[in-house]
């Protein structure tokens, strides 16, 4: 049985930030208040014009470069998000098109902040069953599109950003070790973007009810996620016959520091065994746990050998974790130019698209 390997890694968030300092100007708040109850000091926000899967394919485009990999040796594209580009096609789609991956399947996964540890565990378990030997695994949100900027409860938590993960076959032991995945859709209100779907479809009134907008009851969704974040770990390593002494990291959804402290005491761990990022990026959803994944690598912490444990939790109510054991970069005789691949793939999609638009005229024409 082959091992799922993560043998690339990148990562993409918007150059603007907005700080906590900017939000005391436009609502009742104030850094303080706000960092004493999330831990949040900025965030990063999409400027017109990016969107989800723009910032997507740049993280994909590193992860690319880091591991060797050329577009078209891509199986599969999982792309984890609370805010796709639209209702359909699947972001995962245009993330395809636009780096060239023209052999690979693409769809998007919905499971909230806990959606990328779903993704990677769907990637892994290709992998490992044989049917798959390369698949790239997103997390990516502009979350900042779907949140209330007059609600101080919600507007403080998101920001914008993407992380990817490249898995890849290998004979070698590592990898992706163990996953488990839980839901309870008895919570589904307590964490719900209303309006939107088939259910509340887009009206003036639901536009003027704000009902498109993040919605959260912020003391039930703590609750939960206190109870969950220390149950999952704990599962995921007996799964693996693990023992949590043997754990280098814990690399938790970004959400709340104080989330994570209540982990940390519930498996009693010391607060520096947990890679946190949030005070820089605020919540991120399905893209946290990438992006700190990718900054953990970047300065060093996570070494090869290391075992970690990656855990969220999201609306559903959804939550796991997954342990694995980092190993990196994979030999390879591949080599990639990665600036000749990304104007390749734009140039492609670019002439794609203007075909099926001439094309269009021409049928117009026959049939008129």
């Known amino acids: 049985m082959p091992f799922a390997h993560i043998t690339g890694w990148g990562m993409a968030v918007p150059e603007k930030i907005l700080t906590n300092g900017d939000l005391e100007k436009i609502l009742d708040t104030n850094d303080k208040w706000i960092v004493e109850r999330t831990g949040i000091r900025e965030r990063h926000i999409a400027r017109e014009g990016q969107t989800t899967s723009s910032l997507a394919v740049e993280a994909a485009w590193k992860a690319l470069s880091v591991a060797k990999i050329k577009p078209t040796e891509i199986d599969l594209i999982i792309c984890a998000t609370s805010t796709p580009e639209y209702l359909f096609p699947a972001t995962a789609c245009l993330i395809q098109d636009r780096i060239g991956a023209t052999k690979a399947g693409a769809f998007d996964l919905s499971a909230a902040c806990t959606g990328f540890i779903y993704a990677l565990n769907m990637a892994a378990q290709a992998i490992r069953s044989g049917s798959l030997k390369v698949v790239l695994v997103l997390g990516a949100e502009t979350l900042s599109r779907f949140v209330d900027w007059t609600d101080r ?101 970004q959400a709340n520091l104080r989330i994570i402290e209540a982990a940390a005491r519930g498996l009693k761990l010391p607060l520096e065994k947990f890679v946190i990022n949030l005070d820089r990026y605020g919540n991120t959803s399905t893209a946290s746990i990438p992006i700190a994944i990718c900054e953990a690598i970047k300065d060093g912490r996570l070494q090869k050998g290391d075992k970690f444990v990656l855990v969220g939790f999201g609306a559903g109510l959804t939550w796991g974790a997954t342990v694995a054991q980092w190993t990196g970069v994979l030999e390879t005789e591949h080599v990639i130019l990665p600036t000749y691949f990304r104007v390749f793939a734009r140039t492609r999609s670019f002439l794609r698209r203007l075909w099926l638009r001439i094309e269009g005229i021409i049928w117009g024409r026959k049939n008129t």
């Open 153 to 253: 409860n919600t507007c403080i938590l998101f920001g914008d950003g993407a992380g990817a993960l490249l898995l890849q076959a290998s004979d070698v032991p590592g990898g992706v070790i163990s996953t488990v995945m839980h839901s309870d859709g008895s919570g589904a209100d307590l964490l719900v973007v209303p309006a939107g779907g088939s259910k509340n479809p887009a009206t003036e009134a639901t536009i003027r009810a704000g009902l498109h907008y993040i919605q959260m009851d912020g003391r039930e969704v703590f609750r939960f996620a206190t109870r969950v974040m220390a149950q999952a770990t704990r599962e995921v390593l007996t799964s693996a016959g693990i023992l949590i002494e043997d754990v280098k990291w814990i690399i938790p959804h």
